[in-house]
Nanobody, 120 residues
Framework: VHVVESGGGLVEAGGSLRLSCAAS????????MAWYRQGPGKERELVAR???????FYSDSAEGRFTISRDNARNTVYLQMDSLAPEDTAVYYC???????????????WGQGTQVTVSS
């Protein structure tokens, strides 16, 4: 199973970006998909998580500005980020718990990360 992020880049404060993360491989199902981030000199932190299609969690910093969604047919999760601020600058990582074929064993996977830089 591979998990690959895309959509990072440089944006001015107040702008928006949309991150995508696609999982591929021997996938039976993906119960949980999430976005984490790690800013310069900081620990990795949870930004948003979606379980199945309707259990959603946002960190305090993401609440009201970011929106997580998923397309189960494409095994893809998105993170729409609006009203970006310089403190959102970080490497954003996709995380997935995948039920791997053929037995459906739940297994954690991480993407390689995508850089988001917000200029002031």
């Amino acid at each position: 199973v591979h998990v690959v992020e895309s959509g990072g880049g440089l944006v001015e404060a107040g702008g928006s970006l949309r991150l995508s993360c696609a999982a591929s491989g021997d996938i039976l199902s993906i119960p949980t998909m999430a976005w984490y981030r790690q800013g310069p000199g900081k620990e990795r932190e949870l930004v948003a998580r979606i379980v199945s299609d309707h259990i959603i969690f946002y960190s305090d910093s993401a609440e009201g500005r970011f929106t997580i969604s998923r397309d189960n047919a494409r095994n893809t999760v998105y993170l729409q980020m609006d009203s970006l601020a310089p403190e959102d600058t970080a490497v954003y990582y996709c995380y997935a718990i995948v039920n791997v074929q053929p037995l459906g064993k739940p297994t954690e996977f991480w993407g390689q990360g995508t850089q988001v830089t917000v200029s002031s």
